[in-house]
């Protein structure tokens, strides 16, 4: 089974380095797409893991619509285990606070906000 999820993001640049950077996934394909006048960046976290297909589509595209924040989708998780804190620490000195916090007996998991206001679960 193939699993992919897509999000249509307000700045790609910003978006890719915050993936990149920010997630640690990689760039595994950006292209040019005429049919919708827009652009497709595609970040896997591990070789054959889930992709995360970035969709930007330029002014004049019928598919640029006004972005609302990131609400059309609730949140995307990740499972860090032992990194947890480490990535928090690092998220934190490239400006992507957690929003909020949960610490318990039995969860322990943080959101942070892509730059499309996006929440990201970190557990």
């Known amino acids: 089974m193939f699993m992919s999820t897509r999000i249509r993001v307000k700045n790609l640049d910003e978006s890719l380095k915050f993936y ?12 040019q797409n005429d049919v919708n006048n827009g ?12 992709e995360i297909e970035l969709n930007y589509y330029k002014e004049g595209s019928k598919f640029n619509e006004p972005y609302s924040g990131g609400q059309e989708l609730d949140h995307l998780a990740f499972w860090l285990g032992k990194d947890y804190d480490n990535f928090l620490s690092e998220a934190r000195k490239k400006g992507y606070d957690t929003v909020l916090e949960v610490k318990s007996p039995t969860n322990r998991y943080s959101f942070i906000k892509d730059p499309n206001g996006i929440f990201i679960l970190i557990a």
């Open 20 to 31: 990149i950077e920010v997630m640690g996934m990689k760039l595994k394909e950006r292209y």
């Open 39 to 50: 652009e497709v960046a595609v970040v896997v976290s591990e070789d054959g893991g889930p």
